[in-house]
């Protein structure tokens, strides 16, 4: 996510900045940890001065940080979290999102698996970190099968954050899949298979958890939210010696090897200004991010502050970064984009773009 803002930055900047302005990121670690991101956002707006908090990584963290954040009336612009905290209706003033919900994500999941896969009821179990990031994903799939009309106990099971604990986990979902009901006098049929598990969680945990699955053979579909990390996913999974073939993750942002006017600047930029990095799905993200931060200080001009830019992001509907869509926000729509792609990876652990619908 760093990545692709300090890209995008540098671009706006050797283009000439916005109104004789430089655009410079200043990036602290929280370790994922909530009470250290709490510190750093105070860290960052009392002590230095900072204009907005843009691009934070994570549900947990963001929990923390936003109250304080919202407090001093400063700009919590492009999380990387697909959070229901970030998306009150009507939202908050200071708040802006590009990235489609955690909830645009699991219904499309929902929508893949029910209406696509034709997963039955109570075929579909949801694999989530256990605290607000993994909640809202279980909410969202949840809320996606009431609204089809569909069974929506769903077994959850999970692991806590920071860790790789998923032996539990994994123990329940074989429980659960192997659990039978008596149909004859000596007929036995499994009472709900797994045929599907959504995932809601971090690369490493969930890299070992798809490891302990297919140890256990069930064949189910494997599909994670766009936070896991792709590239950080396939490259666990590589590590662990999993086959990484057809496991699925939805994306916010189009496939980085696109060839969208967009997509081809991102890469000319990020080889430009980084070429030791490869191109993919999260820095494209926190690129995007970057250059829809930049069109909103444009709109302003030189005349700057947090109020006049809020008021100009609020009348930007028609932003077109190349992508394939416009992005815009509005006084009662504060996300830019509610778009989920589907992606694949192949026996080679390269993701490949797929048609979810």
């Known amino acids: 996510m760093k990545l692709g803002l ?3 930055f540098a671009a706006v900047n050797e283009a000439g900045g916005v109104a004789g302005r430089s655009l410079k990121l200043l990036a602290l670690d929280d370790g994922y940890e909530g009470k250290r991101a709490l510190a750093n956002v105070q860290e960052l707006i009392t002590d230095r001065s900072v204009f907005a908090i843009i691009g934070d990584v994570g549900t947990p963290t963001t929990v923390e940080a936003l109250p304080y954040v919202l407090s001093r ?31 645009d994500e699991t219904a499309r999941m929902v929508n893949y698996l029910i209406d696509v896969k034709k997963v039955p009821d109570r075929g579909i179990v949801v694999f989530a970190q256990h605290d607000s990031y ?8 949840t809320k996606m099968l009431r609204k ?28 659960y899949n192997n659990a039978t009901v008596r149909v004859g006098p000596n007929d036995y049929n499994r009472k709900h ?13 969930s890299a070992k958890f798809i ?17 896991v ?16 073939s057809g496991v699925i993750v939805t994306q916010v942002v189009p496939h980085f090897d696109s060839g969208a006017t967009g997509i081809i600047r991102y890469r ?56 394939g869509s416009a992005l815009g926000f509005s006084p009662s729509q504060h996300q830019a984009s509610h778009k989920v792609w589907g992606t694949m990876l192949d026996d080679q652990g390269a993701f490949k773009s797929f048609d979810m619908e």
Not at 193 to 204: D, E, H, L
Request: proline share 4%; glycine share 8%; no cysteine.
């Open 268 to 323: 000319e930029a990020l080889k430009k200004y980084h070429p030791d990095q490869q191109p993919d799905f999260i820095s494209l993200e926190g690129y995007i991010v970057g250059q829809l931060f930049a069109e909103g200080l444009r709109r302003v001009g030189r005349d700057l502050d947090t109020e006049k830019l809020v008021d100009a992001l609020e009348r930007t509907q028609d932003y077109d970064p190349g992508t």
């Open 6 to 8: 300090d890209t995008a």
């Open 73 to 103: 009336k400063v700009l919590f612009f492009g999380a990387f979290t697909g959070s229901k905290i970030l998306r009150r209706d009507p939202p908050d003033r200071y708040v802006f999102n590009y990235r489609a919900s955690y909830e």
């Open 229 to 244: 990390g792709s590239t950080a996913l396939a490259e666990e999974l590589k590590e662990l010696g999993v086959n990484p």
């Open 148 to 175: 089809k009309g569909h069974n929506d106990e769903v077994l959850r099971v999970g692991y806590e954050r920071n860790t790789l604990d998923v032996d539990d986990a994994v123990s329940k979902v074989a429980e």
């Open 134 to 141: 993994g909640d809202a994903g279980y909410d969202g799939a």
């Open 211 to 227: 490891q302990k699955i297919r140890e256990r053979k069930i064949d189910a579909i494997l599909i994670n939210v766009s936070f």
């Open 193 to 205: 298979p797994v045929k599907a598990i959504i995932m809601v969680g971090t690369y490493k945990a």
